[in-house]
């Protein structure tokens, strides 16, 4: 029988900071949650969605009170979005793979995972500390960046980044602080530095604001799309940043993956800052996806033991979750 075995906070450090418009983090908590039955073992993690007022500690503490059925479809009803799913919901697929003796990619009827050329965040900062780090970041071999902005000052700050990164794509992320800038004329002189695209330029809620906008990018919803029922009201964007904690697991991600593509829309697959537990059901999802962003876990200090191995900005399938072993 099918049991919740625990639901725990783990503390990770950043390395460094972790630098957006709404402020910096200098280590993230997470929760993970164990199931199990008398055989096997299922493992999946949840980062809280901090600025909708989630926290690790509650959502453990939801995975323990749950005492509905143990099944990924019911939980898409018996419990509201967020980490707290993600993290039950991963760890059943995980389970239910075990079981099988065979992995996740295949339980679902997906192809076998490709390595992922994840992009790299660049934290906000000063210009010349963001060019310093779009430098580094190249010579990782991360050819995709990803640059925080916050509405002042972002053309300085992405000509920078182009400086240290010249052969790099870019792609930024307003985390809603364009909402009261000429969204039009922004997004036309950053395509100039050579950016591909804008994530979630205006508030959430607040999504008429780009009625009639045209702008030269793609515009992609992030803070504006958690699940499939948010996608009638996001036709002003051409794009949709899907993520596991946001989405409520992976057995959301994937129906609001399949559901998008067919709207039209674009896909970025995100996460929040966690280790590669999280990470590792998310891969499984942005096969495929036009940008991958998945780089959760390089911003730590230090990841779990069995981490999605890198190589040359590359992220390659692991042995960490999901393997049917």
Not at 46 to 51: F, H, R, S, V
Not at 103 to 124: N, Q
Not at 276 to 304: C, E, K, M
Request: glycine share 10%; aromatic share 4%; charged share 25%.
């Amino acid at each position: 029988m099918t049991r919740i075995i625990s639901a725990t906070v783990e503390r990770w450090p950043v390395a460094g900071a972790f630098i957006i418009s709404r402020g910096a983090k200098t280590v993230v908590d997470v929760v993970t949650c164990l199931v199990g039955d008398e055989d096997h073992v299922g493992r999946g993690e949840g980062t809280a969605i901090y600025y909708e007022g989630e926290t690790a500690e509650g959502c453990a503490a939801a995975i323990n009170a749950y005492d509905g059925p143990l099944d990924r479809q019911f939980l898409l009803h018996a419990m509201p979005r967020g980490a707290a799913r993600n993290a039950l919901d991963c760890a059943l697929w995980d389970l239910e793979a075990k079981r099988a003796g065979i992995p996740v990619w295949k339980l679902a009827g997906l192809e076998p995972p490709a390595p992922l050329p994840t992009a790299f965040t660049i934290s906000l900062n000063d210009p010349a500390r963001m060019e310093a780090d779009a430098r580094a970041a190249a010579a990782r071999g991360f050819a995709l960046l990803k640059c925080k902005l916050t509405g002042e000052g972002d053309l300085a700050r992405i000509a920078a980044v182009r400086a240290g990164a010249p052969a790099a794509r870019l792609i930024v992320d307003a985390n809603e602080s364009w909402h009261d800038l000429d969204i039009a004329a922004q997004a036309q002189a950053l395509s100039e530095l050579g950016v591909e695209m804008v994530e979630q330029p205006v508030l959430h809620g607040r999504e008429e604001r780009l009625a009639g906008i045209r702008a030269p990018l793609p515009l992609c919803a992030d803070e504006s799309c958690h699940t499939r029922a948010d996608l009638d009201r996001l036709g002003d964007f051409d794009a949709v940043n899907i993520k596991l904690d946001k989405a409520g697991g992976l057995t959301e991600a994937l129906a609001l993956a399949r559901e998008a593509r067919e709207r039209g829309f674009r896909i970025l697959v995100g996460c929040m800052l966690g280790t590669s537990l999280g990470i590792a059901p998310a891969a499984l999802v942005a096969q495929g996806a036009d940008w991958i962003d998945l780089d959760g876990a390089l911003l730590l200090a230090s990841d779990r033991e069995g981490g999605l191995p890198l190589k040359d900005g590359l992220l390659h399938p692991g042995t960490l979750w999901g393997t049917g072993q």
